[in-house]
């Protein structure tokens, strides 16, 4: 990228830390920054009409990460982004963006790449649980994503895999016993 279009971020770069268990988008709040996370571990949940958190998506350091339906269209949030630990992370308001793109064809581009990186992340979960048994997504998050398996407690985890946290126990002997 040229070093003009580099220099269009440094003033509209906002850099933040966020402390372990802090929400940084709450349900019902308009997501207004898409974040870059330098450091750290965020969830992102949804509260079911039981009052239970489902976990939808996991994001560590060096990922962006963004309620993209919030973000575009300006409206408010189904979602929770929670820091699992310690955070630090940038974040670009919408109309930084919008003015970026405008002023760099180079942004724009980069832009798109990053929405498309997004949303092949999103659609990876949503397939999971369309297409695939419990053992199956156990088993593709193990191949895919294992760090997850250290990062995250056994109730976060089979909240993400979609079942109980005892029928992941059950899961979990029948495939060491194999």
């Known amino acids: 990228m ?7 971020l440094f003033p509209i770069l906002q850099r933040s830390k966020v402390k372990k268990h802090e ?5 019902g709040e308009v997501c207004r920054n898409i974040y870059f996370l330098i450091d750290g571990f965020f969830r992102m949940y949804y509260v079911d009409n039981d009052g239970s ?7 560590d350091k060096n990922n962006f990460f963004v309620d993209f339906q919030s973000f575009l269209l300006r409206k408010p949030s189904h979602f929770y982004w929670q820091a699992m630990e310690d955070a630090e992370l940038f974040a670009l308001s919408y109309q930084d963006i919008k003015n970026t793109y405008a ?3 180079a942004w724009n581009s980069f832009g798109r790449l990053m929405a498309e990186h997004v949303y092949l992340q999103l ?4 397939e999971m649980l369309l297409f695939m048994s419990p053992e199956e997504r156990y088993k593709y998050l193990l191949d895919n994503r294992p760090e997850l398996f250290t990062q995250v407690s056994q109730f976060h985890l089979s909240s993400y895999l979609g079942v109980k946290p005892e029928s992941l126990s059950r899961l979990r002997k029948r495939l060491f016993r194999k």
């Open 2 to 8: 040229p070093e003009a279009d580099l220099e269009l």
């Open 23 to 27: 929400i940084l988008l709450r349900e």
């Open 53 to 59: 958190e489902i976990n939808y998506r996991f994001t």
């Open 103 to 105: 002023a760099s064809p």
């Open 123 to 126: 659609n990876e979960r949503v």
